[in-house]
T-cell receptor, first 115, second 114 residues
Framework: AAGVIQSPRHLIKEKRETATLKCYPIPRHDTVYWYQQGPGQDPQFLISFYEKMQSDKGSIPDRFSAQQFSDYHSELNMSSLELGDSALYFC??????????????FGPGTRLTVT | GESVGLHLPTLSVQEGDNSIINCAYSNSASDYFIWYKQESGKGPQFIIDIRSNMDKRQGQRVTVLLNKTVKHLSLQIAATQPGDSAVYFCAENISGGGADGLTFGKGTHLIIQP
């Protein structure tokens, strides 16, 4: 079965640089979520989109922005990178219109290292 | 083996034994709970979920119990196997919206000893 695709899988950036992470949801899924997971930490919710509109917002820094496109893929843009932004970034997707199922399917993650 | 208290970072069990992983959630208004399994370097993998109108749900070798009175969730894994070694997270949907983010609890690292 098709899964969530994230690219790139690994990314190394220097402080103050920018980064763009991409997420391709499972076909037919209309909702995407972004999470950040620091080393040894639990995933922290950043932001979600349903039908290209922002749905929910978590602990996303002002330096970060995201959007969902007409083909439902999503991009997380990160500017003025800091050392503390080094983490695994997960995208998850779900099919919101199936109101009985809130299950979020996670991608393999992008490991961002800021040096 | 059984984890106790709000969070036990590591739970070690013998292969073939049953495991119980506990989780205390934060919001009495949460209506949806999920257990995820995360292997090293991979994304969280769905195990089982439960809605707040239920107190027990069973899957294949796994059972989730929900005690709303004390805001406690547990995951029982029967006859643990080496492939069960991973970090297990409970997560809750606090706001009740289907497109809303999940709030994860602290993970428990389950170690299976031969």
């Amino acid at each position: 079965a098709a899964g969530v695709i994230q690219s790139p899988r690994h990314l190394i950036k220097e402080k103050r640089e920018t980064a763009t992470l991409k997420c391709y949801p499972i076909p037919r899924h209309d909702t995407v979520y972004w999470y950040q997971q620091g080393p040894g930490q639990d995933p922290q919710f950043l932001i979600s989109f349903y039908e290209k509109m922002q749905s929910d917002k978590g602990s996303i820094p002002d330096r970060f922005s995201a959007q969902q496109f007409s083909d439902y893929h999503s991009e997380l843009n990160m500017s003025s990178l800091e050392l503390g932004d080094s983490a695994l970034y997960f995208c998850a997707s779900s099919f919101f219109q199936d109101r009985g199922d809130y299950e979020q399917y996670f991608g393999p993650g992008t490991r961002l290292t800021v040096t | 083996g059984e984890s106790v208290g709000l969070h036990l970072p590591t739970l070690s069990v013998q292969e073939g034994d049953n495991s119980i992983i506990n989780c205390a959630y934060s919001n009495s208004a949460s209506d949806y709970f999920i257990w995820y399994k995360q292997e090293s370097g991979k994304g969280p993998q769905f195990i089982i979920d439960i809605r707040s109108n239920m107190d027990k749900r069973q899957g294949q070798r796994v059972t989730v119990l929900l005690n709303k009175t004390v805001k406690h969730l547990s995951l029982q894994i029967a006859a643990t196997q080496p492939g069960d070694s991973a970090v297990y997270f409970c997560a809750e949907n606090i706001s009740g919206g289907g497109a809303d983010g999940l709030t994860f609890g602290k993970g428990t690292h389950l170690i299976i000893q031969p």
